[in-house]
C-alpha cells in the first residue's frame, strides 16, 4: 500500500499511537514502513505534495489552533499545511471523505490530480525589471475598472507604481506565474484605533481570469500576513457591489460577508456602494 493509504488507514481507526519514528522512518505498528521525507500523493491547494512527517506531525497536532501549531513547528524543518488546507485534510484523513460543507471543498476534490499549469504561482516583492509586465495589465481598462487608480498611459507611471509605492509599501506583492508579474496583491496596515485591522486588495490581468489564480493568491495572503504581523486580528476586503468575480473570490477563502456599505465610497467620479468582507483571527484560528 502507498503511504498515504496506509496513514488513512490508521487515522480513521484512531490507530496514531501505533505509528512510532525510528531515525528518519515512521513505522507503522510492525506491518509497514516508510521513510518520512516520502512524498504522498495529498497535493494542497497552492500545489505542493505534503510529506509523510508533515501529514503525521499534522495529525497529531490538529488539536492545536493554527497559529499555536505554526509556533509548535518553530525550529523544526518539517513542512507546514497551511490553514486553507486543514479541514480537507482532517476530512480526507480522519474520515475518508472532503467535506461538502468545507468552504474548500471544491478545490479539495481535485486535490489528487496532476497540477494545471497554474500551480506554479508564486507571490513576491516588485522589482523595477518587473515594469513590462506590469504595463500589459495597468493599460487594460477590465483591469482597473473598480480598482482606485485610472488606466495607465505611460509606461513611467509603471515605473513610479514600482519604485514609490510597491517597493516602500509594508506588504505589496507582485503575483507571478514562473516568476512573471501577472497581478498584484497588497495588505495595507490600519493605524490609531484600527491599529489591528488591515486590508487587502488585488488585481490581475484579465485573460488571467476565472482560473483561480486570485483565489489561490489570497489563500497565500491569509496563511502568511497573521504570521508576519502578530498583532492582526482582522483582514477586509472592500468590493464594488457590481464586482462579482472578487466577491466569489473573498467567499472562497472563508471571508465572511458583513453587509453593504452604501454611497461608501468616492471612486472616479462617483460615489459607489461596497460590499465589506471579513476574516478575523478567530476565523483562523
Known sequence: MDPLSVLRDY???NDLDSITRVDDEFRFGSTHCFPAATTTAYRSQLGHLLTLETLIHFLKNHHLNHIDYMKNLSGTTIPTVSFIDRQPLLDYL???HVSSSSSSAAAAA???INPDEFSEITLRPFDLSDVDDLMEWTTDEKVSRFCIWDTYTSREQGVDFIKNFAIP????RAICLKNKAIGSISVAPGSGIGVGRAEIGYALAS???GKGIVTRAVKMVVSIVPLEWPHLERLEALVD????GSQRVLEKVGF???GVLRKYAFIKGRSRDVVMFSLVRIDVS
Open 11 to 13: 487515522a480513521i481507526r
Open 94 to 96: 480522519l474520515q475518508g
Open 110 to 112: 481535485s486535490q489528487f
Open 169 to 172: 509599501h509594508p506588504w505589496v
Open 207 to 209: 485573460k488571467y481570469w
Open 241 to 244: 457591489v457590481e464586482n462579482f
Open 256 to 258: 465572511h460577508k458583513e
